[in-house]
């Protein structure tokens, strides 16, 4: 008699393959809502489209100890940079009216929670532990 045939154990499935679906059927739901000129909804399908594999991914990551700090710490740096560039571009522009003067500083002021927001997330994706 011969041995029985090894048995075949199933791999586990991918957490990148879970994402595919939904990440397809998102991209079809915006590429319908631009063909049917529904701009609201292709931006919204479209900004899903991109948070659902950042949030995955920051849901399934191993987090250690300290990340979160350094996290909000590179918000808060990264949240200053859009004011001083904004700061740099008003103080550039010799003779400029102090109402585009602000605009520019405003714009910068409107734009620091994004950048601190980006920054952190960045870090928390591709930040390593110390050694």
């Known amino acids: 008699m011969s041995p029985p045939p ?21 991209a079809a739901g915006a590429c319908v809502a631009v063909a049917a000129r529904h701009f609201a909804l292709a931006a919204a399908a ?19 100890r300290g990340l979160v700090l350094r996290g909000l710490g590179l918000f808060i740096a990264g949240m200053h940079l859009p004011m001083l560039v904004g700061g740099a571009l008003a103080y550039g522009r010799i003779g400029c009216e102090p109402a585009d003067c602000g605009q520019t500083l405003l714009l910068g002021i409107v734009l620091a929670p994004v950048a ?14 110390p050694v």
């Open 6 to 26: 090894p048995t075949r154990e199933r791999e586990p499935l991918s957490l990148n393959a879970l994402l595919l679906a939904p990440s397809l059927l998102l």
């Open 46 to 64: 479209t900004g899903t489209l991109v948070l659902v594999p950042l949030v995955f991914r920051l849901w399934t990551r191993t987090w250690y």
């Open 116 to 129: 601190g927001a980006v920054c952190s997330v960045v870090y928390w994706l591709v930040g390593r532990p």
